[in-house]
T-cell receptor, first 115, second 112 residues
Framework: GAVVSQHPSRVICKSGTSVKIECRSL??????MFWYRQFPKQSLMLMAT?????????EQGVEKDKFLINHASLTLSTLTVTSAHPEDSSFYIC???????????FGPGTRLTVL | GDSVTQMEGPVTLSEEAFLTINCTYT??????LFWYVQYPGEGLQLLLK?????DKGSNKGFEATYRKETTSFHLEKGSVQVSDSAVYFC???????????FGKGTTLSVSS
């Protein structure tokens, strides 16, 4: 149990377009999900905390109007990169927190390439 | 600020060799410490954790001891296998259920 999926696993888009990434907890409910970003040879950096039914909390320096987060159900959070630019190219990873023990389970990540 | 520093990779070992991946941290308060492993094409998986000083986390032959005096949480395994080849991340959490602060990851490659 405790599987988290992400879709798509890879996406290539043109500059100026928007891309939506889904994060799903497949066999448990998650009131809280986290979105991280990883640059090559760098740490995973927290972008935002997504809470079901309320607004996401963004880390300093992360533009909330550019990275739209929606956590509309207990098993799904989405991250939409709006008007993507080449500098948004990165590896985006989500995690879902299991309520009963606070353990986080990670998705396999989404590789975004903006041309 | 709070941070995690782990040794640069890649680490290349022969099967049955001894493994150490160093991890040190800087944090206010008393964090929980974690090691995650990421196999190719998969998500991060919790390998082991320790929640207080002198705790030892262990799993699948891997061990790490929470050393408050040296602010370290080094990962060790006595005899690595080819199947241990993966990227290993050291991380900390300042409070239960909050987001994790990660190190940069260390790639381990084990050859037979």
């Amino acid at each position: 149990g405790a599987v988290v999926s992400q879709h798509p696993s890879r996406v290539i888009c043109k500059s100026g377009t928007s891309v939506k990434i889904e994060c799903r907890s497949l066999d448990f409910q998650a009131t809280t999900m986290f979105w991280y970003r990883q640059f090559p040879k760098q740490s995973l950096m927290l972008m935002a905390t997504s809470n079901e039914g309320s607004k996401a909390t963004y880390e300093q320096g992360v533009e909330k109007d550019k990275f739209l987060i929606n956590h509309a159900s207990l098993t799904l959070s989405t991250l939409t990169v709006t008007s993507a630019h080449p500098e948004d190219s990165s590896f985006y990873i989500c995690s879902a927190k299991k309520t009963e023990n606070n353990e986080q389970f990670f998705g396999p990540g989404t590789r975004l390439t903006v041309l | 600020g709070d941070s995690v520093t782990q040794m640069e990779g890649p680490v290349t070992l022969s099967e049955e060799a001894f493994l150490t991946i160093n991890c040190t941290y800087t944090a206010t308060g008393y964090p929980s410490l974690f090691w995650y492993v990421q196999y190719p094409g998969e998500g991060l998986q919790l390998l082991l954790k320790a929640t207080k000083a002198d705790d030892k986390g262990s799993n699948k032959g891997f061990e790490a001891t929470y050393r408050k005096e040296t602010t370290s949480f080094h990962l060790e395994k006595g005899s690595v296998q080819v199947s241990d080849s993966a990227v290993y991340f050291c991380a900390l959490s300042l409070q239960a259920g909050t987001a994790l602060i990660f190190g940069k990851g260390t790639t381990l490659s084990v050859s037979s």
